[in-house]
């Protein structure tokens, strides 16, 4: 059974910086393209950014040079360094698997089977 679980999520001023990690179980991560989703108070579910098979990385606009995704396929470990922090960042993060060719990926939530339970960003001024 697939698992994931994140971790790392927290309270940070505006300006500072998170990490957030999703370790995988249950199946060979290498073979999965892995994405963070974020949703905020009262919004719907939006994608962040994914990691293809490849390595190929993909980006919202809003966090395109301040939040690298990265992963560990050795550790089975998903990551996302969060730089520069703002207000608006301030959601749910939640980390998603599917298994996929080497340079497939999805925006949509639903091309996602595999979903861990979220992380809490807060981002204060």
């Known amino acids: 059974q697939v698992q994931l679980v994140e971790s790392g999520g927290g309270s940070v001023q505006a300006g500072g910086s998170l990490r957030l990690s999703c370790s995988a179980s249950?199946?060979?991560?290498?073979?999965?393209?892995m994405a963070w989703f974020r949703q905020a108070p009262g919004k719907q579910r939006e994608w962040v950014s994914s990691i293809t098979v490849a390595g190929t990385t993909l980006y919202l606009d809003s966090v395109q040079g301040r939040f690298p995704i990265s992963r560990d396929n050795a550790k089975n470990t998903l990551y996302l360094q969060m730089n520069s922090l703002k207000t608006e960042d301030t959601a749910m993060y939640s980390c998603?698997?599917?298994?996929?060719?080497?340079?497939?990926?999805?925006?949509?939530?639903?091309?996602?089977?595999?979903w861990g339970q979220g992380t809490q960003v807060t981002v204060s001024s």
């Open positions: 249950g199946y060979t991560a290498s073979n999965y393209c």
């Open positions: 998603a698997a599917q298994q996929s060719g080497s340079g497939s990926y999805s925006r949509s939530q639903s091309w996602y089977n595999n």
